[in-house]
């Protein structure tokens, strides 16, 4: 599912709402995840799952191309872990 098709499963399962109001909602939530994850905070969503960031350390890569050695810079990546209800129910496993 992409951005604009849960926007608008939002606004067909919420009629009495506007389709922008319902896109202004869910660019804030987005936009809030991301500002906390910039600041190196940590974002839980019950039942859902948590996101945080976490430090990959530089490295010496390899250029796929030729072969030579590359510097790969240390950076910071976002890093999803699935909360227990949600993988229950991916799993199968509907007693929640």
């Not at 009495?16 to 600041?39: C, M, P, W």
């Not at 050695?69 to 496993?93: M, S, Y």
Request: glycine share 10%; proline share 3%; no cysteine.
């Amino acid at each position: 599912m992409i951005r604009s098709e849960l926007i608008q499963k939002i606004a067909d399962d919420n009629p009495h709402l506007y389709q922008r109001d319902v896109e202004k909602i869910v660019n804030t939530v987005f936009d809030s995840i991301v500002g906390a994850l910039a600041e190196g905070k940590r974002v839980e969503l019950r039942g859902f799952g948590a996101f945080s960031v976490k430090k990959r350390d530089g490295r010496v890569g390899r250029n796929p191309r030729t072969g030579e050695a590359v510097d790969v810079e240390e950076k910071h990546v976002p890093f999803f872990k699935t909360g227990k209800l949600l993988r229950d129910r991916l799993n199968g496993n509907q007693e929640v």
